[in-house]
């Protein structure tokens, strides 16, 4: 097997992996990076945005080569009911600037170019290799991993666990714990293949325009959960994921609901027609600040999803995993720069770093909200839509109803609904996102 010592070893070549390695690899150190997938991007999943900003502080020039469908310059955000979506738009051409801000990516594509990216500046990779045990020394420091190829372990002075929310290592070898199934939201995906013309004609579009529809409402039946549709070059990427732990409750499946999703009569005209090619079923960490383990000990860091570092708030799991990939790099980098040992005060500074950066600042403004949806989930995602939806019926419909009749039924609706409730569910949701 390789019988060098590495500065580091990499573990996953998704977002956090090939920040990591990237970072660390363009900075001189000796990198290796495992991927137990056949290539890298092969197992992994995302809806997908890609938010320019946190790759760019990793590689400058990345819109030149990577592999990118189309700049985001429209999001929806509907509230669904079984028959209607009370919706909120937000498009602006400031979107179609130079050095455009959120673009859609296709995971697959995206990850073998990223992992490229990391090679070129020095980092090993070897795919299909699995690291199944850490290895320590006499103190119990993380010194290597042993893999599933033939030969010994493989040393290094510190290993960067970057082996996603799936990832066995870290919690097999007792570093984190396993996620709760109330802290891990299964999310499904298909990919719909439709002609580039068609796509931007029905989402109004033009050239590599892009549009977001994120839905919540009736949909997930009461679950805590969100529906998500994204424009690609030559296809829509459609789905739905909600806490495993509601899953594990209710009678129904995430197929079902995606299901429901697409038949719904906002969603189907925008998919008639479509080829479907790919179906992928994925865990997205949803714990929040207060599920975050223990992120760094003697020779070990943990990044990204593994250390559930995703703001399911705002959706954004793939730019906290390649910031705390590059924060990780960077923190290692300095170590090895002093001279000083990778043990557990000095890679501290991977936290504070992490601490100082919007990463950790974000999770923590939102730290009561995973509760919050959970607990309030039939008030916010079944109740509310209903009534929100029956109110703009009401108050659309022309019907030869006095207005002043209709406002008076809207009220009494809510208050038939909620009652002193609604005072109260204003409160906690003001509480939980301050
Ligand atoms: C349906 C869905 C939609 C999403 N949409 C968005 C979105 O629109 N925007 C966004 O920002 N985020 C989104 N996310 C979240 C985003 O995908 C994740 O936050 C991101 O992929 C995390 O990156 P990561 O590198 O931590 O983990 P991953 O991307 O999961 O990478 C981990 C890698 O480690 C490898 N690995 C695991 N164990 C081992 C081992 N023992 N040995 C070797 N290799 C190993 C895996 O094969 C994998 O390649 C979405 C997620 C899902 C599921």
């Known amino acids: 097997m390789i019988d060098e010592k590495f500065d580091a070893i990499v573990i996953g070549a998704g977002m956090a992996g090939n920040a990591a390695a990237y970072t660390m690899a363009s900075r001189g150190l000796k990198v290796l990076q495992l991927e137990r997938g056949e290539y890298p991007g092969s197992k992994n999943v995302q809806g997908g945005i890609l938010y320019a900003d946190m790759l760019e502080k990793i590689v400058p020039d990345f819109r030149d080569e990577a592999p990118l469908e189309r700049r985001l310059i429209e999001q929806r955000f509907w509230f669904m009911t079984d028959k209607a979506h009370t919706g909120m738009h937000y498009r602006s051409d400031e979107f179609n600037e130079e050095r455009p801000n959120r673009y859609t990516i296709i995971r697959s594509q995206f990850d073998r170019w990223f992992a490229r990216q990391a090679q070129s500046k020095g980092a090993i990779l070897l795919c299909e290799t699995t690291a199944i045990e850490l290895i320590r020394d006499a103190y119990g420091k993380v010194v290597g ?3 599933d190829r033939s030969g010994g372990p493989i040393h290094a002075d510190v290993v960067v666990l970057a082996e996603g929310v799936n990832g066995l290592l870290g919690t097999r070898s007792e570093l984190r714990p396993r996620p709760s199934a ?3 939201a299964l999310a499904v995906k298909e990919m719909h293949f439709l002609p580039p013309e068609v796509i931007e004609a029905r989402f109004n579009l033009k050239g590599d325009e892009g549009a977001v529809i994120e839905a919540a409402g009736t949909i997930s039946e009461g679950m805590a959960g969100m529906g998500f549709i994204y424009t690609n070059k030559e296809s829509i990427s459609i789905g739905i994921g909600c806490l495993v732990s509601d899953f594990a409750e209710s009678e129904t ?4 609901l995606l299901d429901i999703f697409k038949k719904h009569p906002s969603v189907a005209p925008l998919i008639a027609g479509s080829e479907v090619k790919e179906y992928a079923a994925h865990l997205i960490p949803e714990g929040g600040y207060k599920a975050v383990p223990q992120l ?4 070990w860091v943990i990044c990204g999803d593994a250390g559930q570092l995703n703001n399911a708030v705002h959706r954004e799991g793939s730019n906290l995993a390649m910031t705390s990939g590059r924060l990780a790099g960077e923190a290692i980098f300095q170590i090895k720069s002093r001279r000083e040992t990778m043990n557990k005060a000095n890679l501290s500074l991977y936290k504070k770093m992490l601490d100082d950066s919007f990463v950790l600042k974000d999770l923590k403004k939102y730290k009561d909200m995973p509760e919050l949806l959970h607990t309030q989930a039939q008030n916010l995602f079944l109740t509310y839509p209903q009534l929100v939806s029956k109110a703009m019926e009401n108050f659309l419909r ?10 008076k039924d809207t009220f009494r609706n809510f208050r038939k609904a909620r009652g002193f409730g609604l005072i109260g569910d204003a409160f906690r949701i003001a509480r939980a996102w301050r």
Not at 296 to 299: E, L, N, Q, T, V
């Open 296 to 299: 760094f000990g003697d020779g």
């Open 253 to 256: 499946s995430p197929a079902k």
């Open 398 to 407: 022309v019907d030869g109803k006095p207005k002043i009749d209709k406002e």
């Open 145 to 147: 991993v042993r893999t």
């Open 182 to 184: 109330a802290h891990v």
